[in-house]
């Protein structure tokens, strides 16, 4: 049971020594305005994290798929931050657990369909006077951000197009290889001309342009929250569609291979294949002409009219995964837990629920770094360039 004595608010971090959750266990630490709960299965691996930390970070133990050891967790907490993955297997366990808690959660589910359920827990949460600020991470989450923001520079926004890149030399968890292998092997759902509609994941390439060491990518269409979320709460847009691409280059034919030979049709397949390429994260960096950069991306495209002229706006950031994911839901966790922001009762996506311009702050304090470009034209007219440059076609 959490620690319910005078003093700081409890921030507990289920998963917390996992790879993305001993990054927001110590941000959370380094900030100094919440006493931590290192909460996970592995107890003795976070009891170890929680000494290594000092001061009066406190470690538990926590099995997602207990009812009774998540209220456990949770008990007397200010914030919860979830990080237990696959999030299309826990998200919305952990979403209930809180709301019968009455503990205010930061998640960083990154699963379209997971992160539907978590909007349909709307209605409980706004009973139960609670607050879940889904998808808080890097993609979604800075995503969504930057989506608000370069919106926000137009007089009309119309469409968005978000891009990420991910590196086999910049992660090694098996929750993370599910959700990739998750998000490649089915239709998943974008937002085109004011509906929804499925397209098959791995289609609907377009080349995408980042800073190097990445440089130019063909990236291809993949499930993602974003297409889900952001078109609910900003009607104004008409498009948004979300691509991804992984790195080294070799890894989208290795894919598409284990896809074709049948390796990935079931939810046992996939989780036999995650098991036998985590060991393997370190070869597969090294495959092609030069290793795999350990850095993530992150690129959100809008476009609409400016001045009465087609004009897009584009934002992206390069940095390492744990960072660019575990940043995010500690300063969202940090300013729930000490009123910075206050917690309306409902499930919300980060559009709805954080401030944008000291949201990016704090990113910026933690040395993010956030780059800009602004160009004449639609989105479409940006991709042409951008296939033009790179000797190809633009989708």
Not at 353 to 362: K, M, R, T
Request: with cysteine.
């Amino acid at each position: 049971m959490t620690d319910t004595s005078p003093g700081r608010p409890v921030a507990v971090v289920l998963g917390g020594a996992g790879d993305m959750g001993s990054r927001v266990v110590k941000e959370l630490v380094a900030r100094g305005n919440t006493r931590v709960v290192v909460a996970d299965l592995r107890y003795d691996r976070a009891r170890k994290m929680a000494a290594e930390l000092g001061g009066d970070t406190a470690a538990a133990f926590v099995d997602a798929n207990d009812r009774e050891s998540l209220a456990g967790a949770l008990a007397g907490a200010a914030v919860a931050v979830n990080c237990i993955g696959p999030f299309f297997r826990y998200a919305e366990k952990v979403g209930l657990a809180a709301i019968q808690a009455g503990v205010n959660l930061v998640d960083i589910c990154d699963d379209d369909d997971a992160t539907i359920r978590m909007l349909a827990l709307d209605r409980l949460a706004r009973r139960a006077g609670t607050m879940i600020a889904v998808g808080v991470g890097w993609t979604p989450g800075i995503s969504n951000i930057l989506a608000v923001k370069a919106a926000s520079e137009l007089d009309e926004p119309l469409d968005c197009d978000l891009t990420w890149v991910g590196s086999t030399s910049d992660a090694e968890g098996q929750a993370v290889i599910l959700h990739v292998l998750h998000a490649v092997t089915r239709s998943t759902p974008s937002y085109i001309n004011q509906s929804w509609v499925d397209i098959p994941a791995l289609t609907h390439h377009r080349w995408v342009e980042f800073p190097r060491p990445i440089g130019r990518v063909r990236a291809y269409v993949c499930g993602h929250p974003e297409p889900v979320t952001l078109p609910r709460f900003m009607p104004q847009l008409r498009s948004v569609v979300l691509r991804g691409y992984l790195l080294p280059h070799e890894i989208q034919d290795i894919t598409r291979g284990m896809i074709d030979l049948g390796l990935l049709d079931t939810d046992r397949k996939k989780e036999a294949v995650a098991g036998l390429l985590r060991p393997l994260l370190p070869l597969f960096s090294q495959l092609g002409d030069k290793a795999a950069p350990p850095l993530s991306a992150i690129r959100t495209d809008v476009s609409g009219l400016k001045d009465g002229r087609p004009r897009t706006v584009s934002y992206w950031s390069v940095d390492t995964m744990d960072r660019l994911t575990g940043i995010p839901p500690a300063i969202a966790a940090d300013m729930l837990a000490t009123g910075v922001i206050r917690p309306e009762p409902g499930v919300f996506p980060p559009e709805a629920c954080l401030p944008v311009d000291p949201f990016l702050a704090a990113l910026a304090e933690r040395e993010i770094e956030i780059e800009r470009g602004e160009y004449e034209g639609t989105l479409e007219d940006l991709a042409e360039r951008t296939a033009e440059a790179a000797g190809g076609r633009a989708s």
